[in-house]
């Protein structure tokens, strides 16, 4: 049984930074073809792809909305998922949530299998 469960999330000033972990279990972490990202969700708006990493050679893709704030990064030992996020924003503000898939052409942003819960990220003015 796959498990993603996130933790991190949190109030901060804007500006700020947070970092949210996403501990997983239950997956194949010996295939050459597993992915790992980061997604969020804002109230009355659409899920929103963020970065993600390939788990056994660590490449990565980052949305523009992000990229240069965000660092996406794992722990093959610890079986875990970072989402380092810097200089935030009010409209950082959205439940983020971790992500992971088999197969497809990377980078992939789309198509995920499993997903965690989510943690709150609330960013003040």
């Known amino acids: 049984q796959v498990q993603l469960v996130e933790s991190g999330g949190g109030l901060v000033q804007a500006g700020g930074s947070l970092r949210l972990s996403c501990a997983a279990s239950?997956?194949?972490?010996?295939?050459?073809?597993?992915?790992m990202a980061w997604f969020r969700q804002a109230p009355g708006k659409e899920r929103e792809f963020l970065a993600a990493?390939?788990?056994?050679?660590?490449?990565?893709d980052y949305a523009d909305s992000v990229k240069g704030r965000f660092t996406i990064s794992r722990d093959n030992a610890k079986h875990t998922v970072y989402l380092q996020m810097n200089s935030l924003k009010p409209e950082d503000t959205a439940v983020y949530s971790c992500?992971?898939?088999?197969?497809?052409?990377?980078?992939?942003?789309?198509?995920?299998?499993?997903w965690g819960q989510g943690t709150q990220v609330t960013v003040s003015s």
């Open positions: 992500a992971a898939a088999y197969g497809g052409s990377w980078p992939v942003r789309r198509g995920y299998d499993y």
């Open positions: 239950g997956l194949t972490f010996s295939r050459y073809d597993m992915v």
């Open positions: 990493v390939t788990w056994r050679g660590g490449s990565t």
